[in-house]
């Protein structure tokens, strides 16, 4: 995983092909309070999915062009 900072806030991209179970995990014990996902199904349809890690809600949101 690499750590940058983005807009005042710390972010985490894991590029590696890492079980999605432990990046949740991983997540959640950082503090972190969403989790983008972009797999190729996503980057196909131009979105993300992100998922609220305090109450498990998930929703999609277009990807910057």
Same mark, same amino acid.
Not at 48 to 52: I, P, Q
Not at 54 to 64: K, V, Y
């Given at each position: 995983? !690499? !750590?940058?900072?983005? !807009?005042? $806030? !710390? @972010?985490? *991209?894991?590029?590696?092909?890492?079980?999605l179970?432990?990046?949740?995990? #991983? +997540? %959640?014990?950082? &503090?972190?309070?969403?989790?983008? *996902?972009?797999?190729? #199904?996503?980057? +196909? $349809?131009?979105e +993300?999915? @992100?998922? #609220?890690l305090?109450? &498990?809600? $998930? %929703?999609?949101?277009?990807?910057?062009d």
């Open positions: 995983f !690499r !750590r940058v900072l983005f !807009r005042s $806030q !710390r @972010v985490e *991209l894991v590029l590696a092909n890492a079980k179970k432990r990046v949740l995990a #991983d +997540a %959640s014990r950082s &503090g972190a309070r969403r989790v983008y *996902l972009v797999g190729p #199904d996503e980057l +196909a $349809q131009g +993300a999915l @992100v998922r #609220d305090s109450s &498990g809600e $998930q %929703s999609r949101h277009p990807l910057p």
